[in-house]
């Protein structure tokens, strides 16, 4: 696919504040929060080093539950199964996506239900593989169905509006994409007929019609995986993923850029232009955890239970650190949430869109930042939180000033 926009206005975005944070924000020369240094790489690439981050134990925000909502008890709304999709609506309340239940279900902001839209099926607003729910102009929540390549619109009162087709090389139960602020909608592929085949972010018009293709590299063909032990055997075969390889971790804006962890094994993320080009690294000094030859042989010793015998399973494969970052993600302020590695609870990295460092915030919450990302919104943080048996629940949670 070729670009049918010639000269598009990429907008600047600018350093944002938490806004609702009164105490200001971190960065460059901010007392008590990491030093940012910014220089060239040979290859031209800006990079930016923060050093001394706020620890866990010493953060600038504490995200604090207010509300919990959801139950054990089948069949009510409150039921969730898997949430795929959480958004912020206008008014305060907010609306989760389903995947085991393919319904969009509403609420207040006291966690009181007030409608569900759609549901399983091939009519007007039904789904079959809907994975996700964005917010889009108006105040309209836009429910994507990769599996039958169909976008549906809903009202968050009047319900199911309208439907839009597009095209779908690939679907999986999380939705990656991303809304822009006039309705347009920035979504990762894969272009096969390329050889090699590439990646791109494909941009969509309001009717979901294709306007763009944005490259990100080319789509990576692997005879021996470096995620997974992979065998073949009398007709069959199968594959194990690697102990303590980390997943692969990218993020599209509402911008169209991208945002990529270049190596689990370390805390370094760049950001890729609208152009393909990167803008800029960002490396924090939060060092790695090293796998010891203990958990390795353990991992190996695991694997080896569950495997077909004479299966040869690499130790080298298994890389020497665990992975740093867990998620990306931009929950509504502007700027972008890192969750790392730490003990107990949960801690992210707060970044502006220029790569300066903000500040560090931690929940002693069970935060699943993995598919329904959190949403910011009015002051509150609304996220998806599991509990010791894996029920989903919706939390609202407002972010307190530590420092």
Same mark, same amino acid.
């Given at each position: 696919m070729r670009s049918k926009r010639r000269g598009m206005q990429w907008p600047a975005v600018l350093p944002?504040?938490?806004?609702?944070?009164?105490?200001?924000?971190?960065?460059?020369?901010?007392?008590?929060?990491g030093s940012t240094v910014r220089d060239t790489l040979?290859?031209?690439?800006?990079?930016?080093?923060?050093?001394?981050?706020?620890?866990?134990?010493?953060?600038?925000?504490?995200?604090?539950?207010?509300?919990?909502?959801?139950?054990?008890?089948?069949?009510?709304?409150?039921?969730?199964?898997?949430?795929?999709?959480?958004?912020?609506?206008?008014?305060?309340?907010?609306?989760?996506?389903d995947y085991q239940s393919q319904d969009l279900r509403l609420f207040d902001f006291d966690g009181g239900h007030l409608a569900t839209h759609g549901g399983r099926g091939d009519g007007p607003g039904e789904t079959q593989g809907g994975n996700g729910v964005m917010l889009g102009p108006g105040g309209r929540l836009w429910v994507p169905d990769d599996q039958r390549g169909r976008m549906s619109v809903f009202h968050p009162g009047n319900g199911f509006q309208e439907a839009h087709?597009?095209?779908?090389?690939?679907?999986?139960?999380?939705?990656?994409?991303?809304?822009?602020?006039?309705?347009?909608?920035?979504?990762?592929? #894969?272009?096969? *007929? &390329?050889?090699?085949?590439?990646?791109?972010?494909?941009?969509? !018009? /309001?009717?979901?019609?294709?306007?763009?293709?944005?490259?990100?590299?080319?789509?990576?063909?692997?005879?021996?995986?470096?995620?997974?032990?992979c065998w073949s055997s009398g007709g069959g075969g199968g594959c194990a993923a690697v102990p303590f390889y980390g997943d692969e971790i990218r993020l599209v804006d509402s911008q169209g850029s991208v945002w990529e962890v270049e190596d689990a094994g370390q805390y370094r993320i760049r950001r890729w232009t609208p152009r393909?080009?990167?803008?800029?690294? #960002?490396?924090? *000094? &939060?060092?790695?955890?090293?796998?010891?030859?203990?958990?390795? !042989? /353990?991992?190996?010793?695991?694997?080896?239970?569950?495997?077909?015998?004479?299966?040869?399973?690499?130790?080298?494969?298994?890389?020497?650190?665990?992975?740093?970052?867990?998620?990306?993600?931009?929950?509504?302020?502007?700027n972008l949430w890192v969750q790392f590695a730490s003990s107990g609870g949960a801690a992210f990295d707060v970044l502006a869109p220029d790569g300066s460092y903000l500040g560090t915030a931690v929940a002693d919450i069970a935060i699943e930042t993995g598919d329904a990302k959190p949403v910011l919104r009015d002051g509150r943080?609304?996220?998806?939180?599991?509990?010791?048996?894996?029920?989903?629940?919706v939390v609202r949670a407002r972010l307190e000033d530590a420092r």
């Open positions: 944002l504040c938490l806004a609702f944070v009164v105490a200001g924000c971190g960065g460059e020369g901010a007392p008590g929060a040979p290859s031209g690439v800006e990079r930016v080093t923060i050093s001394s981050p706020a620890e866990p134990s010493a953060p600038h925000w504490n995200i604090v539950e207010d509300l919990r909502v959801g139950s054990l008890q089948g069949g009510g709304p409150d039921a969730f199964g898997w949430i795929v999709g959480l958004a912020a609506l206008d008014g305060g309340g907010f609306a989760v996506f087709e597009y095209t779908s090389f690939s679907w999986g139960p999380v939705w990656r994409g991303a809304m822009g602020e006039d309705g347009s909608v920035f979504r990762p592929s #894969v272009e096969y *007929d &390329r050889e090699p085949a590439l990646r791109v972010v494909v941009v969509y !018009d /309001s009717t979901m019609t294709p306007i763009d293709s944005l490259p990100m590299g080319a789509y990576p063909t692997y005879d021996d995986p470096p995620s997974a032990y393909g080009d990167t803008a800029f690294v #960002v490396v924090v *000094d &939060r060092p790695a955890t090293p796998v010891t030859a203990a958990e390795r !042989d /353990s991992a190996i010793a695991e694997l080896r239970e569950r495997t077909p015998p004479g299966i040869e399973l690499d130790p080298a494969k298994i890389p020497a650190a665990k992975p740093v970052i867990e998620s990306l993600f931009m929950p509504g302020d502007g943080m609304w996220l998806v939180a599991k509990d010791a048996l894996d029920v989903n629940y």
